[in-house]
């Protein structure tokens, strides 16, 4: 079984900043691509970043040139760093994780972690 947990959401005024991480634990062979996706109430889960295991990443329209995703492969950890925040940032952000374990190979999802941007 494999867990990711998300941290670093919270309140942040507009123009603000935070910082997201999310470790993955368990029977972990190898991570390849993560991902941070966000999802308001109502509306369907947005794709926010992604980084693949070498490192490559790609980013919506929405957040390019405000947020960075990063990972640590030694400590099984992925960031989303978001500057320049705009209140229509504000929902809650899960990570994803495509892992290959010990008995097979899925995608796994942390709980969420809300951030809210707002003055």
């Known amino acids: 079984q494999v867990q990711l947990v998300e941290s670093g959401g919270g309140l942040v005024q507009p123009g603000g900043y935070l910082r997201l991480s999310c470790p993955a634990s368990?029977?972990?062979?190898?991570?390849?691509?993560m991902a941070w996706y966000r999802q308001a109430p109502g509306k369907e889960r947005e794709l926010v970043a992604t980084i693949t295991s070498g490192g490559s990443s790609n980013y919506s329209d929405s957040v390019k040139g405000r947020f960075t995703i990063s990972r640590d492969n030694a400590k099984n950890t992925m960031y989303l760093q978001m500057n320049m925040l705009k209140p229509e940032d504000t929902t809650v952000y899960y990570c994803?994780?495509?892992?290959?374990?010990?008995?097979?190979?899925?995608?796994?999802w942390g709980q969420g972690t809300q951030v809210t941007v707002s003055s």
């Open positions: 994803n994780a495509n892992v290959q374990t010990w008995r097979l190979r899925g995608d796994y």
């Open positions: 368990g029977n972990i062979l190898h991570i390849y691509t």
